[in-house]
Nanobody, 124 residues
Framework: QVQLVETGGGLVQAGGSLRLSCAASGRTFSSYLMGWFRQAPGKEREFVAVIRWSGGGLWYADSVKGRFTISRDNAKNLVYLQMDSLKPEDTAVYYC?????????????????WGQGTQVTVSS
């Protein structure tokens, strides 16, 4: 059974940084896409970034491009989201997600597995 567990959320001042981690288990993820999404109160879940587990592709939402970096550690089955220059509008619950099929999609319903989420709060 696939499990995704996010850690690393917290409270940070605007301009600060956080690194989120997603521990993946229960499968061989070499053919998977691994994504990060976020959901702010009263808003729909939105795409943040995605990476091919096998390497060779990164995609970002325009709102985070240049500030966030997605990466993975194959040996440890970890996916990271490094978030720099954080803004109050980045405040949300951040979710890790996995998609079995390799085609890149940025809609939440395209993903098969989800973590429980980790809260990120950016104060002004």
């Amino acid at each position: 059974q696939v499990q995704l567990v996010e850690t690393g959320g917290g409270l940070v001042q605007a301009g600060g940084s956080l690194r989120l981690s997603c521990a993946a288990s229960g499968r061989t993820f070499s053919s998977y896409l691994m994504g990060w999404f976020r959901q702010a109160p009263g808003k729909e879940r939105e795409f943040v970034a995605v990476i091919r587990w096998s390497g060779g592709g990164l995609w970002y939402a325009d709102s985070v491009k240049g500030r966030f970096t997605i990466s993975r550690d194959n040996a440890k089955n970890l996916v990271y989201l490094q978030m720099d220059s954080l803004k109050p509008e980045d405040t949300a619950v951040y979710y890790c997600a996995a998609r079995r099929v390799g085609m890149v999609v940025t809609t939440p319903r395209g993903y098969d597995y989800w973590g429980q989420g980790t809260q990120v709060t950016v104060s002004s």
